[in-house]
């Protein structure tokens, strides 16, 4: 009996893993599937639901999901599994506010594809079916969950100062196919187009830049690219808040992969250029110029800024899902509440991008941003 | 008689030096005299003209001078130096009108600070007299002549591509004595405040990616920032071309030195953070990423951006003052005409400045850009 370990006592067992359901097998849903590898044991898919469950079965075969998951042809099959904690929701953004308010109606949390919704109402219609669950909601912004990211936001206060100017540019160049076909570009699909698409990125990198403080106003840029369907495919805004910072994006389907986000502050100045997708997948490099001043006769500039690189072991995504799955666990096996920063953040970004969009339908007058 | 040398032949002699009369002894007159120097044999400082012989006096034995250069204790008798060929003129702008067309029709080439006028108009009275003269006129517009900007607008086609989306962001804080003293905060003397001081380089780098398409129309961004006196300390606009091009710049005395430039085209994008002075004299960084796809799962990019320094010998100051020697050489010496190509680029500049300050002072309406 003395050689027999003693049992662990309950509180030291390692948290059983968060059972995901993958709902739809979008070209996204590929590199979740394979954080979600990454993410274990925290993480293990339980099951992929599709339209068909040859479709699942395909989609689970060529992403080396292991053979228990199961296989649902239907998205209401995958909720009515109760093998499944959590959905991962990859679908076109007009089918969010449908299937995400099911999910948590039946318990699951939820990791919502971005855009989350077409409108901050219908955003506001899942937050409130997750509240009422009590389960967790997260968007699926990768990049907020890098290291660098959070490097950067303990550098900004003492190297940056006070913000007061910022402009993120995200764009990539969409082939004919992509142009033609793409979900992003169907009305019915994905009505907010590039906005929804690339400009959440800019936005939500503003909003983090300050602290998440609302802008007061948004005047769309002039003269946006639509395609024969009224999608948007190129567009643009400058935000204003109440003591004179401002943001200016630009997001397009048109141009080369650009991923600029600049902050520039009284006391600073970051530069990163690929702040959503990083070069590498395992380091993310940014500069930050502070206190620069001209060199004597204003030939150089001393101190130059600073380079910085950010290694991370584990992909963005991927950490993106240890974090779910650590306040998922909290909530299912601690008796936690689910954390309110991620729908506030969330919300936040779809108010503002509602303010871009109206201001584009008004003939880019000057929208207020209501919260 | 066998043991002499040949005389040389005329037209091998080294062309004698341009012979400058530096007017005015502002704070920026002092690295262009030492540009002057750098760029002997072509260049010589030949004379400095101030509002006292004193003043003159200090700057030259400040600057290294030649004992040669002559002192002046007023423009006039600087302009009467028959021993000068041409002047630099760094005065504050209102007195660029009266003093570079007395210059012009003296005979003396011109070099003149930017922002070069007040208004298009002005600078038409300045370059009809240089015309009227037969004598060179060029901005001092210094980044012009790195040869890392010739080697970006070599790039720029190829791995570029058609130029879409332009960014330019010029800013540096300038210190409670600037704020309430310089010459750039002075309704009287640089009315065009920082729009004219440091949005002339962002107007002029947003122009130099488009080889000097001038747009269609600029909207200023609401809300700058202007002193008590009425004078722009922080601005911005939009500029938008008859194609869909269109480029964003601003301008502050209030925040972090940076210095951006960053052009997307349908190919690439180039990435520049210390267009104006580099962060060293004798190199100069760029970035381009060019035909830049996602990796496999959107996990990086490939290919990444290839980086890029050009190194000079001489800063780019120097450069500049060899270029307008070379110029002035060939008028003075070889009967050459002065080369049109600066005054134009010069002309563009102010007529799109003017656009944007006319917005701002119309409430940020869209203003026409007229040639």
Redesign the interface.
């Given at each position: 009996m003395s050689s027999a370990a003693p049992a662990p006592a309950p509180e030291e067992q390692p948290p059983r893993p968060v059972r995901f359901g993958i709902m739809g097998c979008a070209s996204?849903a590929?590199?979740l599937a394979?954080a979600m590898l990454l993410a274990a044991p925290a993480a293990a898919v339980a099951a992929v639901g599709s339209r068909s469950e040859a479709k699942a079965r395909l989609f689970a075969a060529d992403n080396g999901l292991p053979a228990a998951a199961r296989l649902h042809g239907s998205y209401e099959a995958l909720l009515d599994d109760p093998a499944v904690d959590a959905v991962y929701l990859p679908l076109p953004t007009s089918l969010h506010v449908q299937w995400a308010t099911a999910a948590a109606a039946r318990g699951k949390h939820v990791l919502l594809e971005k855009p989350t919704a077409l409108c901050a109402s219908d955003l506001d219609a899942i937050l409130a079916a997750c509240e009422a669950s009590g389960v967790q909601f997260m968007d699926s912004t990768m990049w907020m969950h890098h290291p660098r990211t959070a490097k950067m936001r303990e550098l900004l206060p003492a190297d940056?100062?006070d913000v007061?100017?910022i402009?993120s540019?995200f764009?990539?160049?969409a082939n004919e196919d992509f142009l033609q076909n793409d979900i992003r570009v169907k009305p019915d699909l994905d009505a907010l187009g590039v906005l929804g698409d690339a400009g959440w990125y800019c936005i939500r990198a503003i909003l983090w830049a300050v602290d998440y403080e609302l802008p007061k106003n948004v005047?769309a840029?002039?003269?946006p690219?639509k395609n024969q369907a009224g999608v948007l495919i190129a567009c643009?805004a400058?935000l204003?808040w109440a003591d004179?910072k401002?943001a200016?994006f630009?997001c397009?389907f048109?141009?080369?992969?650009?991923m600029?986000l600049?902050v520039?502050?009284?006391?600073?100045?970051l530069?990163v250029?690929?702040f959503i997708?990083?070069?590498?997948?395992k380091s993310g490099p940014f500069?930050v110029?502070?206190?620069?001043?001209?060199?004597e006769?204003?030939?150089?500039?001393v101190p130059?800024?600073s380079k910085h690189v950010v290694t991370t072991d584990l992909?963005q995504e991927a950490l993106m899902v240890k974090e779910f799955c650590r306040l998922v666990q909290g909530i299912r096996d601690g008796g936690a509440k689910p954390e309110g920063k991620w729908p506030a953040i969330t919300r936040k970004t779809q108010v503002v991008m509602d303010a871009v969009k109206a201001s584009i339908d008004k003939g880019f007058e000057?929208v207020d941003v209501v919260s």
């Open positions: 996204i590929r590199k394979r940056v100062g007061r100017v402009n540019l764009s990539f160049r005047i840029l002039p003269e690219v643009g400058t204003y004179g401002m200016t630009h397009s048109l141009t080369n992969l650009t600029d600049t520039i502050g009284t006391d600073g100045t530069h250029t690929d997708i990083p070069y590498e997948e500069s110029a502070s206190r620069s001043n001209f060199a006769l204003h030939t150089g500039w130059q800024p992909p000057s």
